[in-house]
């Protein structure tokens, strides 16, 4: 009974590099959701997926993009990173009331 | 909007004593009230939750009462251990503009010292 899956753990990047964030789910849960966590911040919602198929901003989309690839699946992606974007991001998945909402284990990232 | 505010940590405590973190809300309509719990180098997790008005929730010892007429969510356990060391999250989810997706509280660091 994995939950929330996310890849990889750790990454380190230099600035202007690119990478993707990877998360899977196997509850069956339709919505999905990234955030970054930062200290003092709180978790800052980056993008959401309510159903496979769609895809809508949070509170603080600027330098990611998203990609629902099917059900289970929900990646981030960070373009061109910068130094502002090192922080740890969290993959979440829910049900379609918002119950049941699953937290992965986090991927730590640092752009220097 | 919605909202959630939590006093500030860290909240430092010695083993056994009694915990208790604040939390109040803003919000139109009935919301649901959730407590997460986040130990270090984790995810958050679902600690307890409460639906509506006057429910008590409850697991690991922790407790917590949705009180509509003082807007609060107060989470409260009896006798802390050093386990109970993580980052408290009160988060709460709307009834109104058919919004799903929970707001948070920006978390409370609890410290126990044995």
């Known amino acids: 009974n994995a939950g929330v899956t996310q890849t990889p753990k750790f990454q380190v990047l230099k600035t202007g590099q690119s990478m993707t964030l990877q998360c899977a789910q196997d509850?069956?849960?339709?919505?999905m959701y990234w955030y970054r966590q930062d200290p003092g911040m709180g978790l800052r919602l980056i993008y959401y997926?309510?159903?496979?198929?769609?895809?809508d901003k949070g509170e603080v989309p600027n330098g990611y993009n998203v990609s629902r690839l099917n059900k289970r699946e929900f990646s981030l992606r960070l373009e061109s990173a910068a130094p502002s974007q090192t922080s740890v991001y969290f993959c979440?998945?829910?049900?379609?009331?918002?119950?049941?909402?699953?937290f992965g284990s986090g991927t730590r990232l640092t752009v220097v | 909007g919605d909202s959630v505010t939590q006093m500030e940590g860290p909240v430092t405590l010695s083993e056994e004593a009694f915990l208790t973190i604040n939390c109040t809300y803003t919000?139109?309509?009935?919301?649901?009230l959730f407590w997460y719990v986040q130990y270090p180098g984790e995810g958050l997790q679902l600690l307890l939750k409460?639906?509506?008005?006057?429910d008590k929730g409850s697991n690991k010892g922790f407790e917590a009462t949705y009180r509509k007429e003082t807007t609060s969510f107060h989470l409260e356990k009896g006798s802390v251990q050093v386990s109970d060391s993580a980052v408290y999250f009160c988060?709460?989810?709307?009834?109104?503009?058919?919004?799903?997706?929970?707001?948070f509280g920006r978390g409370t660091s609890l410290i126990v010292h044995p």
């Open positions: 409460a639906t509506k008005a006057d």
């Open positions: 509850m069956n849960h339709n919505s």
């Open positions: 997926s309510a159903s496979e198929g769609t895809t």
């Open positions: 988060a709460l989810r709307g009834t109104s503009g058919g919004s799903y997706i929970p707001t």
């Open positions: 919000a139109t309509g009935y919301p649901s």
């Open positions: 979440a998945s829910s049900d379609r009331s918002g119950y049941g909402y699953t």
